[in-house]
């Protein structure tokens, strides 16, 4: 997903855009938050007003979109927020209105928004990948540990979509009041989030309010967290959510990159073996900073600079233990 690193960012700071594209009928709003030059995918805050309808037809692209507030009518259901989509790309859908005027958070996963005003499903649509769910009320909170190393205790999770190739997933996610996780941490796959309701704070920007968006791409620091009165949010990653766990917030995107290939090949040095086997092999691996890093100032007058850092063979230690006639050298 070839998206900026959008953070931080509030959707209540901007204004609401006509939307205009084919397809769509008058009446619909957006604010958007995220957009991929390449693809046209995007994610939105959409804002329907009351009397709104949309004829029944189908995305060209993957959607998933959660009413946030209001109520939205999908053919003769009533869904209130909380009430979570996934579309395929091709899936047809009931004509969509709202009497009093809905808020919805939309994302076009695949391409740019679109509407096929349709009757039936396209051929070519994965019709078994739809599901919707009341995600407030028909799904119970479990512990966030869906991802290991797993989070602090007190933030929980609601799994809504997965995809079993990519391990991509979608999820509500909440902080209990009082939570607090003292680490910085960083992923290898891009995360997105926005804030449902209420307010957490993280150290880099401060609080994040209701309306409090990121696009984070892979590898970047973020954290310590914490939420003086809790939060919801819907969260979302492009591929295998790993928390890389550490307490240096100076580290950079390739550091991390490195730190995160380094843990790899230790834990799976095969398999490190056959990812980078159409480059340079060091016999060494990349190096983890963690490993390698100063962690204390002069030992003891030990040249700390000369320390072996576990890719080549070297005995200096400032000073000598033998006289300069001795037979044992330390080259």
């Known amino acids: 997903m070839a998206r900026p690193h959008i953070e931080p960012f509030c959707d209540r700071d901007t204004h609401f855009k006509d939307m205009t594209l084919p397809g769509f009928a ?14 046209g995918a995007c994610s939105m805050t959409v804002q329907l007003d009351g009397g709104y309808r949309q004829e029944p037809g189908f995305p060209w692209s993957e959607l998933e979109m959660i009413v946030i507030e209001g109520e939205l009518k999908v053919g003769d259901r009533t869904c209130r927020k909380g009430h979570y989509f996934f579309v395929p790309a091709g899936y047809c859908m009931p004509e969509i209105s709202t009497d009093q005027g ?34 407030y009320m028909d799904i119970p909170w479990a512990p966030g540990n869906v991802a290991k190393p797993s989070v602090a205790s007190g933030c929980l999770i609601k799994l809504l979509n997965y995809n079993p190739i990519s391990h991509a997933m979608t999820f509500l ?11 910085i941490s960083y992923h290898d796959c891009a995360e997105e989030s926005y804030h449902l309701w209420g307010t957490s704070w993280m150290m880099q920007f ?3 309010p209701t309306g409090g968006y990121f696009w984070r791409p892979a590898y970047i620091n973020h954290g310590a967290f914490a939420s003086e009165y809790g939060c919801i949010a819907l969260g979302r990653t ?94």
Request: proline fraction near 6%.
């Open 26 to 39: 008058r009446g619909m709003g957006y604010k958007m938050l995220s957009f991929d030059v390449d693809t």
């Open 206 to 208: 401060g609080e994040i």
């Open 173 to 183: 996610y909440c902080m209990t009041p009082a939570f607090y996780q003292d680490n």
């Open 102 to 135: 809905c808020l919805v958070l939309m994302m076009y996963n695949t391409g740019e928004p679109s509407h096929e005003p349709a009757n039936e499903h396209h051929p070519l649509a994965q019709v078994g990948l739809y599901h919707d769910v009341d995600s």
């Open 238 to 331: 492009d591929s295998k959510l790993f928390n890389h766990f550490h307490y240096n917030p100076w580290t950079n995107p390739t550091e991390n990159a490195h730190r995160s290939a380094a843990r790899l090949y230790k834990r799976d040095p095969l398999l490190y073996k056959w990812a980078i086997s159409y480059d340079h092999n060091h016999p060494h691996g990349p190096e983890d900073f963690e490993d390698t890093m100063q962690r204390r100032g002069d030992e003891q007058g030990h040249d700390t600079k000369h320390k072996s850092d576990g890719k080549r063979h070297d005995h200096w230690h400032g000073h000598h233990h033998h006289h300069d006639d001795s037979p044992h050298k330390h080259d």
